[in-house]
């Protein structure tokens, strides 16, 4: 299938500053030469701890902030060199859900409002029309027609994350990053959401890069995953191959922490030494050495690169 979005070693980076003239003395790393490509109707998901680069990935991918080095390219459209002008008018077409959706609707307005102001704000409907089509997404997600003129404090956690995909679903987006937009939730709800995440998706064609630090959430509703580790992807392989096949020591002990329903397959559970360390100042070589359970002296020295190491998976480790 053809790419929806294609990211180029994208790099985005922050200045770390120090002393009484507040200089620059180093950088985070935040996302560090990052590729892959998101494929036009699929979900891709992107896991990895806190810390991993995970949304800033998102963000930048989005243009919500400016990259340091790299190129994103959506429709063929390098999004990072067109005009404000331009981002403009793809801004509807490409849309950020985030975590907690209650920070990011006004407490003082209605629901319906609160959905519709963005079809003003792009001019995509006039007065008349934005009731209906409101109360036609709050059905698609869930959430039945009288909602419309209520508050957002008088809503659960879930119904407020409906809300905040009904507010993105006005727009008739084409592409959605979702970053960890379950993860405040109660696991019986966190189900809910991820069955209209994926509802949604076959109703109108979407294409998703849904983040989460838990492998457990994406496993259902994506079919390609990626795994980040310090502001580098080191393995992305399609879902089912991933789960039956890791080959990275970071996916594996990853994956070794997701339940099983079946008890006869039962995962060694590999316990990691460590905290993930700082992006500021990470491990030279393999990113990953100081916690790998195979590292060797090359891995110290030697950086891995990404390659692909069987159709469709590609693994970043001296070892495979
Ligand atoms: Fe571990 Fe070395 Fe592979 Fe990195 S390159 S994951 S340290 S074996
Ligand atoms: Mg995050």
Redesign the pocket.
Known sequence: REALVEVKQLKKYYPITGGIFGRTIGHVKAVDDVSFAIRKGEAFGLVGESGSGKSTTGRTILRLTDKTAGEVKYKGVDLHAVSKQELRRLRPSMQFIFQDPYSSLNPRLRVGDAIGEALMDHGLADKSEIRERVQEVLALCGLAPYHIDRFPHEFSGGQRQRIGIARSIILQPEFIVADEPVSALDVSIQAQIINLFSDLQEKKELTYLFISHDLSVVEHLCTRIGVMYLGSLVEIAPRDELFARPL???TRALLSAVPIPDPRLKRERIVLRGDIPSPANPPKG?K??TR?P???DR?KEEV?VLRLADSDHQVA???V
């Open positions: 990275h020591p970071y393999c990953f050495h790998c195979l590292a060797t891995c891995p480790c001296h070892l």
